[in-house]
């Protein structure tokens, strides 16, 4: 690191961390049971798709670097309408999901009496928001230094657990599907699911401003982060399918650490639930809170969201911060579940992806690239379609509030502009 700017090694523990996330712990029990003996295939699919679209956000957050991230390169292929358009499926994602990743540490906590509170665990969650705004108002130095150190534990303890499992316990399920059992809606669901382990890559732009050389070390932090996430995921959803452990090493991914630590598994990995949540809790809502400060020097956002304080947007963290506890609020009320806030923010989330995808597709210079970037958008908008209707609803919405043409009149006539 140079003059305080993240170099390529801290880089990627900024990005390793909030993507495994808690995508890592929720989702391969869960796909495990849903597609059965295709969640590997799921899994393969998904790794592919994450390679691409890092690449493809990364190539764009070197052409575009600040504050604004990609949804600077949106503003230049599409215009400013598109930009805010995106940015806006963004703001709202991290709105939902943020909230999503707090109730995950809170209900991984190794505390049973919390079950026997009504509310006890998703009242934890609410209170850790005041923790995430305080951790947030540091120097972007220190949460790079913060994710760099337990996005790297985490993955080294992932993938040593899941290889010793597999090594030591494979006697599950075969690893090469029948065909005969293959459901076409089954898997699109999983897939639907899965996205959520790709979630992270789009924000990466919105810190190209605090990176060193961001032409020489967005490349190589991209290809050090993909390569990493993929060994993880794929020995994690590989160690699920074949286990045979024993019903004492607990539930889930704790399972996979139990080689290494015997029944003491499940706290070691409460453990990186709370480390990675945290890191993937600071990359998105600060990663967004700086997107927030652009749109605001842009006149797209009121100004008193781009004051900072020590280089952090304080006004944007604190509305982020708000509107997570008002999620979280809902949830603690009844009117909401941690589904609800997945399925939401993962909707928000499509929509922002497919924008910059098709950024991605105008300005990739090399044809190949291009039909890569093609390929994923065609998947990414079959897996959007079958999200739930409401959500639809929502991002219909938005898009026509922000593209409709603008009326104004002009020497007494009206004219209607696009721009």
Same mark, same amino acid.
């Given at each position: 690191?140079?003059?305080?700017?993240?170099?390529?090694?801290?880089?990627?523990?900024?990005?390793?961390?909030? !993507?495994?996330?808690?995508?890592?712990?929720?989702?391969?029990?869960?796909?495990?049971?849903?597609?059965?003996?295709?969640?590997?295939?799921?899994?393969?699919?998904?790794?592919?798709?994450?390679?691409?679209?890092?690449?493809?956000?990364?190539?764009?957050?070197?052409?575009?670097?600040?504050?604004?991230?990609?949804?600077?390169?949106?503003?230049?292929?599409?215009?400013?309408?598109?930009?805010?358009?995106?940015?806006?499926?963004?703001?709202?994602?991290?709105?939902?999901?943020?909230?999503?990743?707090?109730? +995950?540490?809170?209900?991984?906590?190794?505390?049973?009496?919390?079950?026997?509170?009504?509310?006890?665990?998703?009242?934890?969650?609410?209170?850790?928001?005041?923790?995430?705004?305080?951790?947030?108002?540091?120097?972007?130095?220190?949460?790079? +230094?913060?994710?760099?150190?337990?996005?790297?534990?985490?993955?080294?303890?992932?993938?040593?657990?899941?290889?010793?499992? !597999?090594?030591?316990?494979?006697?599950?399920?075969?690893?090469?599907?029948?065909?005969?059992?293959?459901?076409?809606?089954?898997?699109?669901?999983?897939?639907?699911?899965?996205?959520?382990?790709?979630?992270?890559?789009?924000?990466?732009?919105?810190?190209?401003?605090?990176?060193?050389?961001?032409?020489?070390?967005?490349?190589?932090?991209?290809?050090?982060?993909?390569?990493?996430?993929?060994?993880?995921?794929?020995?994690?959803? %590989?160690?699920?399918?074949?286990?045979?452990?024993?019903?004492?090493?607990?539930?889930?991914?704790?399972?996979?650490?139990?080689?290494?630590?015997?029944?003491?598994?499940?706290?070691?990995?409460?453990?990186?639930?709370?480390?990675?949540?945290?890191?993937?809790?600071?990359?998105?809502?600060?990663?967004?809170?700086?997107?927030?400060?652009?749109?605001?020097?842009?006149?797209?956002?009121?100004?008193?969201?781009?004051?900072?304080?020590?280089?952090?947007?304080?006004?944007?963290?604190?509305?982020?911060?708000?509107?997570?506890?008002?999620?979280?609020?809902?949830?603690?009320?009844?009117?909401?579940?941690?589904?609800?806030?997945?399925?939401?923010?993962?909707? %928000?989330?499509?929509?922002?992806?497919?924008?910059?995808?098709?950024?991605?597709?105008?300005?990739?210079?090399?044809?190949?690239?291009?039909?890569?970037?093609?390929?994923?958008?065609? !998947?990414?908008?079959?897996?959007?379609?079958?999200?739930?209707?409401?959500?639809?609803?929502? !991002?219909?919405?938005?898009?026509?509030?922000?593209?409709?043409?603008?009326?104004?009149?002009?020497?007494?006539?009206?004219?209607?502009?696009?721009?």
């Amino acid at each position: 690191m140079k003059n305080g700017k993240l170099g390529p090694f801290m880089l990627s523990g900024l990005m390793v961390g909030p !993507v495994l996330g808690s995508g890592i712990f929720i989702l391969p029990p869960l796909v495990q049971q849903a597609a059965g003996e295709w969640a590997v295939p799921a899994w393969l699919v998904t790794v592919f798709l994450n390679a691409v679209f890092a690449f493809v956000f990364g190539f764009l957050s070197i052409q575009f670097p600040g504050n604004g991230g990609v949804a600077d390169a949106i503003a230049h292929v599409f215009g400013a309408r598109a930009k805010r358009l995106a940015s806006y499926y963004l703001i709202s994602a991290v709105i939902f999901g943020p909230a999503a990743v707090l109730l +995950t540490i809170a209900q991984y906590l190794p505390l049973p009496w919390l079950d026997t509170v009504p509310g006890g665990r998703m009242g934890v969650a609410l209170c850790l928001v005041p923790f995430g705004f305080i951790l947030l108002l540091q120097r972007i130095r220190a949460i790079g +230094t913060i994710a760099l150190v337990v996005s790297s534990v985490s993955a080294v303890l992932l993938f040593a657990g899941s290889v010793l499992v !597999v090594l030591t316990y494979g006697e599950g399920m075969p690893l090469v599907p029948r065909p005969a059992s293959f459901d076409a809606g089954v898997f699109g669901h999983s897939l639907l699911m899965l996205f959520w382990i790709i979630v992270g890559w789009e924000v990466v732009g919105n810190y190209s401003g605090d990176v060193d050389g961001p032409k020489r070390t967005i490349p190589r932090a991209v290809m050090g982060s993909v390569a990493a996430v993929t060994a993880v995921e794929l020995c994690v959803a %590989f160690a699920m399918q074949a286990q045979a452990v024993p019903q004492q090493a607990g539930y889930g991914v704790a399972r996979m650490l139990y080689p290494m630590f015997g029944p003491y598994g499940g706290l070691v990995c409460s453990l990186l639930v709370t480390a990675l949540c945290v890191t993937t809790y600071l990359m998105f809502v600060g990663g967004v809170a700086r997107l927030m400060a652009s749109l605001a020097d842009d006149g797209a956002l009121p100004a008193a969201f781009g004051k900072t304080r020590g280089g952090v947007p304080v006004v944007s963290v604190a509305a982020l911060c708000l509107m997570q506890a008002g999620s979280l609020v809902a949830c603690l009320s009844g009117l909401a579940r941690l589904e609800s806030l997945v399925a939401i923010a993962s909707g %928000f989330f499509l929509a922002n992806a497919l924008i910059g995808i098709g950024t991605g597709i105008v300005m990739l210079s090399r044809m190949w690239k291009r039909v890569c970037a093609a390929l994923l958008a065609v !998947v990414l908008l079959v897996v959007f379609g079958q999200s739930e209707w409401f959500v639809l609803f929502a !991002v219909g919405v938005l898009a026509i509030w922000c593209l409709k043409p603008v009326s104004r009149v002009v020497s007494g006539e009206e004219s209607v502009t696009g721009r």
